[in-house]
């Protein structure tokens, strides 16, 4: 079996629950969605090469030749592993779960390290395959407006299955996000479980995306309050940072 890896470096989570620990990143090719703030290069069949980071944090770059098998990837995330405790390694993309075969295979090869796993929140038959391998799961709830359709019940279903881990949800929110599609997206996570973290993120500008006011983000921490016990606000610190 071979995948092909677009990067594997280690940074600092720039996202979410676990914001500011030091990761193991490992992007995949290829998604199934198509959001209209994404700002990863996914393509498929596109990559001829991984970038994987010649030492942990050094930001130089080795071009080792896509596809990748399970050994030879984690022959690779293992020697970033080995330089400096991480807290975890995450596989984002793209979308990491149409990648599920290949992750069954990498991640039992791995050192010793939570597996955390950034996902839309949509594939729940490929997380089943895998679930028993992830610690953390960092679920985007898409809502209609930036996906142009809605995957209400794709996310309900997901959601039933990923709340058996360390899970948390994820909403991007933009200037013109409707807090009708937020409440819609609070009730799902509600009715799972109202103590699930849940993870508020003003969009960073792209693609046309406009970032909301401080004051629309105000007014979604207070709607998601009424139904939610845990709701942050978070921007991409990343971004902020200056890191990858
Ligand atoms: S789910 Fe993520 S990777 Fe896929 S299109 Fe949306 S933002 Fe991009």
Redesign the pocket.
Known sequence: MQENIIEIFSSVQGEGKYVGYRQVFVRFEG?N???RY?D?E?AVNMHDYCRVESAAGSRQFLKVGNPFTPEAAARQINALLQELPHQAVSFT???PLLHADFLAELIPRLSPAACFLET?GTLTNALKQVLPLISIISM?I?LPSVTGRPLWEEHRRFLQAARSRDTYVKIVVAADTLLSELEQAYAIVAGADKNLPVILQPVTPFGGCEAPTAGQMLAAQQAALLQLSDVRVIPQTHVLMGQL
């Open positions: 998604c969605l198509a959001c994404c990863t996914n993309g793209g979308e839309n985007d898409k």
